[in-house]
């Protein structure tokens, strides 16, 4: 299997660039989620592994969170999310996947779900 780059430096101003132009629902999660908040797991966001910025990673669990917009539900942004949930797959990392809306309408259960794909 070949190596996980992890935060390789040409991606490094763009996931700044992430972070300083979080989503309302980005904003939301992350307040969940930092500072090890969510069972004591730490999370990052705009994390890159490989060629791929993830929204949020968490190491530990090999768990990236990604939030989704509309862009992500076109045919084009289906299919690319489908190639990079494969990708990550291959490395033994878990994805899950939110609309925007879920995050803001039912923080609660976004929260669950995350927490039911915790190693034991």
């Known amino acids: 299997m070949p190596a996980i780059l992890h935060n390789i430096k040409y991606l490094e101003e763009t996931r ?3 972070r300083r132009n979080m989503t309302e629902a980005e904003l939301i999660l992350w307040s969940m ?8 797991r730490k999370f990052r966001r705009q994390h890159s592994i490989g060629y791929y910025i993830a ?18 539900y076109t045919s084009e942004g ?3 999310d489908q190639d990079r949930d494969k990708h990550l797959g291959l490395m033994g990392i878990k994805v899950l996947r939110f609309e ?3 995050v ?5 259960g976004v ?10």
């Open 16 to 18: 700044k660039h992430l």
């Open 33 to 40: 989620l930092k500072d090890k908040k969510l069972r004591g």
């Open 55 to 72: 929204d949020f990673y968490c190491p530990s669990e090999k768990l990236v969170i990604e939030l989704d917009g509309q862009h992500h």
């Open 78 to 80: 289906i299919e690319n």
């Open 100 to 102: 925007n809306k879920q």
């Open 104 to 108: 803001k309408e039912n923080l609660t």
């Open 111 to 120: 929260l669950k779900t995350i927490k039911e794909h915790f190693n034991k």
